[in-house]
């Protein structure tokens, strides 16, 4: 299991996957820190996540929400 999430994370960091399914790799190494001492590389593992839904998000083009609603037809 530990390797599954390494490989997610390396997968990550080279931008293979999207920022839904990094959430998902980080929610998931987060419930198994709750449930006690997290294992040394999975805590590399989530910070590598951490950095790349932050260049992710950084490189994702402005959401449409934050553009200018059109107006209706007059």
Do not use: C, N, W, Y
Not at 17 to 26: E, F, I, N, T
Not at 31 to 56: C, F, N, Q, T, Y
Request: aromatic share 2%; glycine share 6%; net charge negative.
């Amino acid at each position: 299991i530990q390797q599954r999430f390494v490989h997610m994370a390396d997968e990550a960091q080279a931008g293979k996957l999207s920022a839904g399914d990094m959430k998902v790799v980080r929610d998931e190494l987060d419930s198994i820190a709750a449930k006690g001492a997290m294992p040394l590389e999975l805590h590399h593992a989530r910070a590598k996540i951490d950095a790349a839904l932050v260049a992710a998000t950084l490189a994702a083009p402005p959401a449409a929400a934050a553009q200018p609603a059109a107006q209706g037809a007059a």
